[in-house]
């Protein structure tokens, strides 16, 4: 949904070439946060780094994260597509912590990470 909206509040006006490169840029942001998802999730799981496979997986991920990352903040302007990252980020690894890792989640909890997600929207809509 968040990304729908980000997607959506990208101008109208630009050129065609630009409204696509933004578009590229978007997806580009996308599959960094994925890919830093991944990671995080990998260094969880690897007890403390000490799982050598897994290691690798979260060093990967998050080294192919701050790459791809960077090319779309080629584009994207650094404050859009930095609250994109760390609040949808945010959102993802919370809920995976919840459902693979069994965490706790509480009403307070959810108020939160729904502040989160409001201020991410506004953030981006403006």
């Known amino acids: 949904m968040i990304a729908f909206i980000a997607i959506v509040a990208l101008p109208e006006n630009d050129s065609t070439s630009?409204?696509?490169?933004?578009?590229?840029?978007l997806f580009e942001l996308l599959l960094a946060i994925a890919s830093e998802q991944?990671?995080?999730?990998a260094m969880k799981a690897s007890g403390g780094f000490s799982s050598l496979g897994?290691?690798?997986i979260a060093a990967t991920g998050y080294i192919f994260s701050l790459i791809i990352f960077a090319r779309s903040?080629?584009?994207?302007?650094?404050?859009f597509a930095y609250a994109l990252w760390v609040g949808l980020g945010m959102a993802i690894?919370?809920?995976l912590g919840v459902v693979i890792y069994k965490e706790s989640f509480?009403?307070?909890m959810a108020i939160g990470l729904g502040l989160v997600i409001a201020g991410l929207i506004s953030m981006n809509v403006a």
Request: charged share 15%; glycine share 8%.
């Open 73 to 79: 903040m080629h584009i994207l302007p650094m404050g």
């Open 106 to 108: 509480n009403w307070k």
């Open 38 to 41: 991944v990671g995080t999730s």
């Open 93 to 95: 690894v919370t809920i």
């Open 54 to 56: 897994l290691t690798v």
């Open 18 to 25: 630009m409204a696509t490169d933004k578009r590229t840029a």
